[in-house]
């Protein structure tokens, strides 16, 4: 029982995280990031290249993630969400628009890092052990605990400062946040900018502990889109409800169905369904908290 | 006095319709102009115009003798024009406090932000009692309340107000129409009061402009035009 709560706290963290970025974006310019996942696995493979590859502390190597899937955030937004968002009236262009650097990104990540699965070394030996009711190597705590602190950094980022409050301003109501002087084009690149690195922190976390490849891209952004889906689309609260939920159902699946075979996606994704079609709005669904 | 706003022969249109075909007015340092007019006839495209978040198709749009058509919205408030928009529009999931901080965006002195907000609560203590309470939940006079009072935090030269009255029981009206005329005499603001409710309008205003389909019909002393029978029959017939 503890195990599992444990186990599904640590991925819950993670997962938490992953959603905050995706719906941030969302919550700003109405875009569903498909390349969320892709940006995740960036993010791992430059902690990789600076922590195993340079062999530069690990700390050197989240924060070369963050910065650089940051950057990409940035580019991203002015060169191409930017002018589509300007001449399209239509949603499907973005969408369209997201799919397409979904795809790009993949094709880079293969071209510069390949398609191998890539390990770092361990940023800590050893395991608790507690009376075996408990067990769990010291760095995945150490990862969870990372992760933990960054989602109350980054809610306490959005409810006190300036620039959250801009942001939380712009998604509540778009014309009455400029008619407060609140430069949408600015704080669009912003929030992109800021979702990516969400993105590539965690994929600077987790390759420490499942490593990275390039597989990993699609199958993240679907398990993004579905906590934002359980929590509602657009709200700080429930997408880390919702990260949290997919994460303690995947430490429950894991180890209570794993004797019926690889079944747990499977239900949850029809429990996903069940669910929406009884509250499609999401546990939280309101625009935005 | 010196000339504050000038509007001179806008035109504006929505895709293929019009919504301006030439106006022009202007505001004073220290005035309160009115502009009244039937549903539709423009007047929040005026205001929607000079705050930039409707782009105008022809003439001038001149503030403090600057061209500020074709600015975005943040350049202009950032100038000093500040607007309640139509439908107030609260930010629905931020506190009372958040709010009226949000107000202040463009300022980055905090003790000066910090006397505004002072005032601001002096001046609608209802305010200080919902402090922390999320802005979509007060009633519709608070929320009118809180929204004047966040246009203030941005310590505004020129204060546009679209419809202030509007969905707000009558005693409430004549607190809102007295902090009006309070705000324009002690804060230095001048103040472009849109409304429908036209006797209010034009009994805290100096000058008037009477809008009909775009266009302006009529303008003068607030005062005279009261008296006017055009007015009456068209405004001033229904009685508050
Ligand atoms: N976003 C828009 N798209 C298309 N037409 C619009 C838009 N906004 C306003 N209009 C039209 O422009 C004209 C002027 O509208 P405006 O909102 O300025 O009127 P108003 O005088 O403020 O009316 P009300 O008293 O009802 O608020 C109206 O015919 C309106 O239908
Ligand atoms: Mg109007």
Same mark, same amino acid.
């Given at each position: 029982?503890?195990?599992?709560?444990?186990?599904?706290?640590?991925?819950?963290?993670?997962?938490?995280?992953?959603?905050?970025?995706?719906?941030?974006?969302?919550?700003?310019?109405?875009?569903?990031?498909?390349?969320?996942?892709?940006?995740?696995?960036?993010?791992?493979?430059?902690?990789?290249?600076?922590?195993?590859?340079?062999?530069?502390?690990?700390?050197?190597?989240?924060?070369?993630?963050?910065?650089?899937?940051?950057?990409?955030?940035?580019?991203?937004?002015?060169?191409?969400?930017?002018?589509?968002?300007?001449?399209?009236?239509?949603?499907?262009?973005?969408?369209?628009?997201?799919?397409?650097?979904?795809?790009?990104?993949?094709?880079?990540?293969?071209?510069?890092?390949?398609?191998?699965?890539?390990?770092?070394?361990?940023?800590?030996?050893?395991?608790?052990?507690?009376?075996?009711?408990?067990?769990?190597?010291?760095?995945?705590?150490?990862?969870?605990?990372?992760?933990?602190?960054?989602?109350?950094?980054?809610?306490?980022?959005?409810?006190?400062?300036?620039?959250?409050?801009?942001?939380?301003?712009?998604?509540?109501?778009?014309?009455?946040?400029?008619?407060?002087?609140?430069?949408?084009?600015?704080?669009?690149?912003?929030?992109?900018?800021?979702?990516?690195?969400?993105?590539?922190?965690?994929?600077?976390?987790?390759?420490?502990?499942?490593?990275?490849?390039?597989?990993?891209?699609?199958?993240?952004?679907?398990?993004?889109?579905?906590?934002?889906?359980?929590?509602?689309?657009?709200?700080?609260?429930?997408?880390?409800?919702?990260?949290?939920?997919?994460?303690?159902?995947?430490?429950?699946?894991?180890?209570?169905?794993?004797?019926?075979?690889?079944?747990?996606?499977?239900?949850?994704?029809?429990?996903?369904?069940?669910?929406?079609?009884?509250?499609?709005?999401?546990?939280?669904?309101?625009?935005?908290? | 006095m010196n000339e504050m706003l000038k509007f001179?022969?806008?035109?504006?249109?929505?895709?293929?319709?019009?919504?301006?075909?030439?106006v022009s007015i202007d505001l004073r340092e220290g005035e309160t102009v009115a502009l009244i007019g039937a549903n539709?006839a423009g007047k929040s495209?005026i205001l929607?115009?000079i705050?930039?978040?409707?782009? =105008? !198709? %022809?003439?001038?749009?001149?503030?403090?003798?600057?061209?500020?058509?074709? @600015?975005?919205?943040?350049?202009?408030? *950032?100038?000093?024009?500040?607007?309640v928009?139509?439908?107030?529009?609260?930010?629905?999931?931020?506190?009372?406090?958040?709010?009226?901080?949000?107000?202040?965006? =463009? !300022? %980055?002195?905090?003790?000066?932000?910090?006397?505004?907000?002072?005032?601001? @609560?002096?001046?609608?203590?209802?305010? *200080?009692?919902?402090?922390?309470?999320?802005?979509?939940?007060?009633?519709?006079?608070?929320?009118?309340?809180?929204?004047i009072?966040?246009?203030?935090?941005?310590?505004?030269k020129l204060l546009l107000l679209d419809e202030p009255s509007l969905?707000i029981?009558p005693k409430l009206v004549q607190d809102i129409a007295r902090s009006i005329v309070a705000i324009n005499r002690d804060e230095n603001v001048s103040v472009l009061l849109v409304e429908q409710n036209s006797r209010m309008a034009l009994s805290i205003s100096n000058r008037a402009y009477a809008l009909s389909?775009?266009s302006i019909v009529l303008s003068g002393n607030s005062k005279e035009l009261m008296q006017d029978d055009r007015i009456k029959a068209a405004y001033l017939g229904g009685d508050l």
């Amino acid at each position: 029982m503890e195990q599992i709560l444990a186990n599904g706290l640590y991925l819950g963290a993670q997962y938490a995280l992953i959603a905050l970025g995706l719906t941030l974006i969302f919550a700003l310019m109405n875009v569903l990031n498909f390349a969320h996942g892709q940006m995740y696995v960036l993010g791992g493979f430059v902690t990789y290249t600076v922590y195993a590859q340079l062999g530069l502390p690990f700390v050197a190597g989240l924060f070369a993630s963050a910065v650089t899937l940051a950057i990409i955030g940035a580019l991203i937004e002015y060169f191409l969400f930017r002018p589509v968002i300007r001449r399209s009236s239509r949603e499907e262009s973005t969408m369209l628009l997201a799919a397409g650097i979904a795809f790009f990104l993949d094709a880079v990540i293969l071209l510069v890092f390949g398609e191998k699965q890539r390990g770092v070394p361990k940023i800590i030996n050893g395991v608790l052990n507690w009376d075996f009711r408990l067990i769990m190597p010291y760095d995945r705590i150490l990862i969870g605990f990372l992760a933990i602190l960054s989602i109350v950094s980054f809610i306490l980022f959005m409810q006190y400062s300036k620039t959250g409050r801009a942001m939380r301003a712009l998604a509540q109501d778009r014309v009455a946040a400029q008619l407060q002087g609140v430069n949408v084009d600015r704080y669009s690149m912003i929030g992109f900018a800021l979702g990516a690195m969400l993105a590539g922190l965690v994929g600077g976390l987790l390759v420490t502990i499942t490593g990275v490849n390039l597989g990993m891209g699609g199958p993240t952004s679907i398990k993004a889109f579905m906590m934002v889906m359980i929590g509602g689309a657009g709200v700080i609260s429930g997408a880390i409800a919702g990260g949290f939920i997919l994460g303690m159902l995947e430490s429950i699946g894991l180890s209570v169905l794993s004797q019926y075979g690889d079944i747990t996606y499977l239900l949850i994704f029809a429990s996903l369904m069940v669910f929406l079609s009884i509250r499609p709005q999401g546990l939280m669904g309101k625009p935005w908290g | 006095m010196n000339e504050m706003l000038k509007f001179d022969n806008v035109e504006l249109y929505y895709d293929h319709v019009y919504a301006l075909k030439g106006v022009s007015i202007d505001l004073r340092e220290g005035e309160t102009v009115a502009l009244i007019g039937a549903n539709g006839a423009g007047k929040s495209s005026i205001l929607r115009a000079i705050t930039g978040l409707s782009k =105008t !198709r %022809s003439g001038e749009v001149r503030y403090l003798g600057k061209r500020i058509d074709g @600015l975005n919205p943040a350049e202009i408030v *950032k100038m000093g024009i500040a607007m309640v928009p139509e439908g107030r529009r609260v930010f629905p999931h931020m506190s009372v406090k958040d709010n009226l901080l949000m107000g202040a965006f =463009t !300022r %980055s002195d905090k003790a000066d932000i910090a006397r505004t907000l002072e005032m601001v @609560l002096g001046r609608f203590p209802r305010l *200080k009692e919902r402090y922390s309470q999320m802005g979509g939940t007060l009633s519709g006079g608070e929320q009118q309340m809180m929204v004047i009072g966040r246009a203030l935090m941005a310590k505004p030269k020129l204060l546009l107000l679209d419809e202030p009255s509007l969905g707000i029981a009558p005693k409430l009206v004549q607190d809102i129409a007295r902090s009006i005329v309070a705000i324009n005499r002690d804060e230095n603001v001048s103040v472009l009061l849109v409304e429908q409710n036209s006797r209010m309008a034009l009994s805290i205003s100096n000058r008037a402009y009477a809008l009909s389909t775009g266009s302006i019909v009529l303008s003068g002393n607030s005062k005279e035009l009261m008296q006017d029978d055009r007015i009456k029959a068209a405004y001033l017939g229904g009685d508050l």
